[in-house]
């Protein structure tokens, strides 16, 4: 291993400071390896491999690549006393990994850090993997809002907004004894084309008596339900989806909530697309046990810090490749400096 010079050690130390608030992030994923006998730590062959997918690394033997190209600059911050892991250790712990934690680590430090960096006085929109009251918090703190999508991520929280708009669908009269019916505001909009009539239905209901954690959640003003239905004139065949969210916009109406959700709907629906033509994800060969559930998360992680960075001009690929070439733009979209 090559000497470090006494500029590259205050560089790395500056670097390494910085890091600390993304390291943090990973502190909560459990290790599945057994303690004895093991060479890598998981925060350093976790934080290697992000950081090689950051900058166009598809695969674990050009992760080994990357790490190996940076040792000595990353000695610097992280552990590594037998030098950069190896293609076999990367797939030997990503095929160990359960997913669904690494999926629930990741995306939670994701929305943590779209937090950091949105807040600030603005509406902050989603989905249902990151519906914690830690991040509600942090969003207030911000002075932002937040609009939250509550799915059985949150079981009592969704059952409970299940039964405010049963009862607010039910106008049978109530005993004196009984909760009166909970008020509904309602916006509906349509679209057509493509051979396809949606219809987007929004219900947002101000009374929270039926929330049994309702103070768990900092600012909650509101709870929605949005039912998508969707006739496809091809086949005659017409489905219905239904989800669920929790809001703190005291000012919100049933129409800006629709039109929040929809913008975010459609991020969504353009994430696979993005990951497949800039990641190749269709392509990628790490299909034994866990690897590839843990793998896709990597780079959904890495394409959302990707878009994080407001100032970027360049396409994913392209950005990729910056990531890969200047190390300071690689720090910055893992703190959000």
């Keep these: ?41 998981l925060q350093t062959v976790v934080t290697i491999a992000l950081m ?33 892991p190896t293609r076999d250790v990367f797939l030997a712990v990503f095929g160990a990994l359960d997913p669904e934690a690494f999926n629930t680590v990741f995306r939670a430090w994701a929305e943590l850090l779209t937090v950091r960096l949105k807040a600030t006085g603005k509406q902050i929109t989603i989905d249902a993997m990151g519906c914690q009251t830690a991040i509600a918090k942090t969003i207030r703190d911000g002075e932002g809002h937040y609009l ?26 109530r005993t004196v004894d009984e909760q009166p019916r909970p008020a509904v505001e309602v916006f509906e909009h349509t679209d057509k084309g493509h051979g396809r009539v949606e219809t987007r239905t929004v219900s947002l209901c101000r009374n929270l008596t039926w929330l049994t954690t309702a103070e768990r959640w900092g600012g909650l003003s509101f709870v929605a339900r949005i039912v998508r ?41 353009q994430l696979h697309w993005v990951l497949d033509f ?29 878009k994080s960075d407001k100032k970027r001009k360049l396409g994913i690929a392209n950005a990729r490749k910056r990531a890969g070439w200047d190390r300071s733009y690689l720090v910055s979209l893992l703190t959000g400096a």
């Design 229 to 269: 239905e969707r006739f496809v004139e091809a086949t005659g065949k017409t489905s219905k989806e239904t989800a669920y969210y929790i809001g703190s916009d005291r000012a919100a109406t049933a129409a800006t909530a629709a039109d929040k959700i929809r913008r975010h709907w459609s991020i969504e629906n």
């Design 52 to 84: 090689a997918s950051v900058c166009g690394c598809d695969d674990a033997e050009s992760m080994q690549a990357w790490g190996e190209a940076h040792e000595e600059w990353r000695c610097g911050f992280l552990p590594m006393p037998h030098g950069a």
């Design 148 to 173: 939250l999508a509550v799915k059985d991520n949150q079981p009592t929280l969704h059952e409970d907004i299940q039964a405010t708009f049963a009862e607010a669908d039910d106008d049978r009269r």
């Design 278 to 306: 800039a990641f190749r994800e269709d392509e990628a060969r790490h299909r034994a046990k866990n690897t590839a559930a843990n793998m896709t998360t990597l780079r959904h992680f890495a394409l959302n810090l990707i």
């Design 1 to 41: 291993m090559a000497r470090m010079t006494k500029a590259l050690q205050i560089e790395a130390e500056n670097e390494a400071q910085a890091l600390q608030l993304f390291q943090a992030g990973l502190a909560t994923l459990p290790d599945p390896r057994r303690a004895q006998g093991l060479r890598y730590p």
